[in-house]
């Protein structure tokens, strides 16, 4: 069992920053597979960012050159930096980790004003 806290959401005005953590209760050395998804209101989840076990990170289209997910295996932590923000990224953001089975946080919510 994994447990996920994700923090760093707030209310930021467009053009701003956030920095997104996702905390483990456990090691996350060895789990391969872990990301950032996010869901506006009226749509479906959508994969933001993401390691995955071929050792390949991905980027959704809209976010490419301004976010960027790392992670620091001694923190058991997982991060995402969002720069240039636009109200289009307003979402409630999710983290994910993939250990035999997947394993969600509850989510932080991210508002970019206009």
């Known amino acids: 069992q994994v447990q996920l806290v994700e923090s760093g959401g707030g209310l930021v005005q467009a053009g701003g920053s956030l920095r997104l953590s996702c905390a483990a209760s456990?090691?996350?050395?060895?789990?391969?597979?872990m990301g950032w998804y996010r869901q506006a209101p009226g749509k479906q989840r959508e994969l933001v960012a993401a390691?995955?076990?071929?050792?390949?990170?991905k980027y959704a289209d809209s976010v490419k050159g301004r976010f960027t997910i790392s992670r620091d295996n001694a923190k058991n932590t997982m991060y995402l930096q969002m720069n240039n923000l636009k109200p289009e990224d307003t979402a409630v953001y999710y983290c994910?980790?993939?250990?035999?089975?997947?394993?969600w946080g509850q989510g932080t919510q991210v508002t970019v004003s206009s």
């Open positions: 994910k980790m993939i250990r035999i089975t997947a394993f």
């Open positions: 456990g090691s996350i050395f060895s789990i391969n597979d």
């Open positions: 390691f995955t076990s071929g050792g390949i990170i």
